[in-house]
């Protein structure tokens, strides 16, 4: 068990959790009960996601590449668990009263955006991971929506769910982020 609290020590999890504890909780006091708000929903996942990528990489990426541990499992789950951590914030302040989103789109959009950091730390290095879930969030507030299936992918964040361009979207940027950051690690 001791190996868990250094790992999530040196992952910075604790100032991960704190922050998106704190966009948790803001968005609970300030947001009233009131109709579905879809981009808010997409902002607080974004800054969720933001906060738990700081953790996509160690203080020293060369010791990670030499030390005799199997990183592939280790930084696969850490990813997973980063995406199930921001939506599920987001899914207790909306069981708290504030419905910001629905389900399908909390769970398909914190997929897709836990999906780009790790693809971020993997091209980027770990301190820019936050770049391409801001990046991606950026174009799809700012640039409007183009109709058809280029519209769909890229607007996944705001599309219905039941489109299957942006679901399959979000849980390729998924896969594709995952895979890529668990086999390579992120980039020095």
Same mark, same amino acid.
């Given at each position: 068990?001791?190996? %868990? =609290?250094?790992? *999530?020590? #040196?992952?910075?999890?604790? +100032?991960?959790?704190?922050? &998106?504890?704190? !966009?948790?909780? +803001?968005?609970?006091?300030?947001?009233?009960?009131?109709?579905?708000?879809?981009?808010?929903?997409?902002? !607080?996942?974004?800054?969720?996601? &933001?906060?738990? #990528?700081?953790? %996509?990489?160690?203080?020293?990426?060369?010791? $990670?590449?030499?030390?005799?541990?199997?990183?592939?499992?280790?930084?696969? +789950?850490?990813?997973?668990?980063?995406?199930?951590?921001?939506?599920?914030?987001?899914?207790?302040?909306?069981?708290?009263?504030?419905?910001?989103?629905?389900? $399908?789109?909390?769970?398909?959009? #914190?997929?897709? %955006?836990?999906?780009?950091?790790?693809?971020?730390? @993997?091209?980027?290095? @770990?301190?820019?991971?936050? =770049?391409?879930?801001?990046?991606?969030?950026?174009?799809?507030?700012? !640039?409007?929506?183009?109709?058809?299936?280029?519209?769909?992918?890229?607007?996944?964040?705001?599309?219905?769910?039941?489109?299957?361009? #942006?679901?399959? =979207? *979000?849980?390729? %940027?998924?896969?594709?982020?995952?895979?890529?950051?668990?086999?390579?690690?992120?980039?020095?």
């Amino acid at each position: 068990m001791r190996w %868990l =609290t250094l790992y *999530a020590r #040196s992952r910075q999890v604790p +100032a991960s959790a704190a922050a &998106v504890a704190l !966009v948790a909780l +803001a968005v609970w006091a300030l947001h009233g009960s009131g109709p579905v708000d879809l981009m808010m929903a997409v902002l !607080v996942l974004t800054a969720n996601v &933001v906060a738990v #990528s700081i953790g %996509l990489g160690g203080r020293d990426v060369v010791l $990670e590449r030499t030390a005799a541990i199997r990183w592939v499992l280790r930084r696969a +789950a850490h990813t997973l668990l980063a995406g199930a951590f921001a939506g599920a914030a987001l899914l207790t302040v909306q069981a708290a009263g504030v419905q910001l989103a629905p389900t $399908e789109v909390v769970v398909r959009d #914190s997929a897709g %955006l836990v999906g780009l950091a790790a693809l971020g730390a @993997a091209l980027c290095g @770990a301190q820019f991971a936050w =770049t391409l879930p801001t990046g991606w969030l950026a174009f799809t507030l700012l !640039v409007p929506v183009p109709p058809g299936i280029v519209g769909e992918v890229g607007g996944w964040m705001i599309i219905s769910p039941a489109t299957t361009a #942006s679901t399959g =979207t *979000a849980w390729a %940027l998924l896969a594709t982020g995952t895979v890529l950051y668990a086999t390579a690690g992120p980039r020095r």
